[in-house]
């Protein structure tokens, strides 16, 4: 388990269907890509149709990137996939301390111990 500096866990909910535009953001911003879990919304009014309880089908994509990229692709969803968008966009940004699995990041942390 690698310690590591600067690194952020983004976590973007958007409508269902959207995943795909918010991947092509996170690259262009610089990241490596995501996890894309797939997500049921319920919101503090529900909708129903003859009785059956209508929820709103949401994809949560998590990314992990360094500080730099990360605020950079949280600027960018707010631009182009923000909550006034039809992917009505939601993005929060979490530290992240440790990591293993991640071979860019673990390469990255020992050539700047190297240097």
């Known amino acids: ?18 995943t795909d535009e918010i991947m092509e953001i996170i690259r262009e911003a610089g990241g490596a890509g995501g996890t894309i879990i797939h997500a ?19 994809e ?4 992990i990137a360094e ?11 707010k631009e182009k996939a923000g909550w006034k968008t039809d992917v009505r966009g939601l993005c929060y940004m979490m530290p992240v301390d440790k990591i293993i699995g ?7 942390q020992a050539g700047k111990e190297t240097e």
Do not use: C, P, W
């Open 40 to 58: 049921r919304g319920e919101g503090s009014k529900h909708r129903s149709f003859l009785g059956i309880t209508l929820d709103y089908e949401q």
């Open 102 to 108: 991640i071979r860019n990041v673990e390469s990255q």
């Open 67 to 77: 500080q730099k990229t990360a605020e950079q692709i949280m600027a960018d969803i």
């Open 60 to 63: 949560i994509i998590i990314s």
């Open 1 to 18: 388990m690698e310690t590591v500096a600067n690194m952020k866990a983004l976590h973007i909910v958007v409508n269902a269907g959207f």
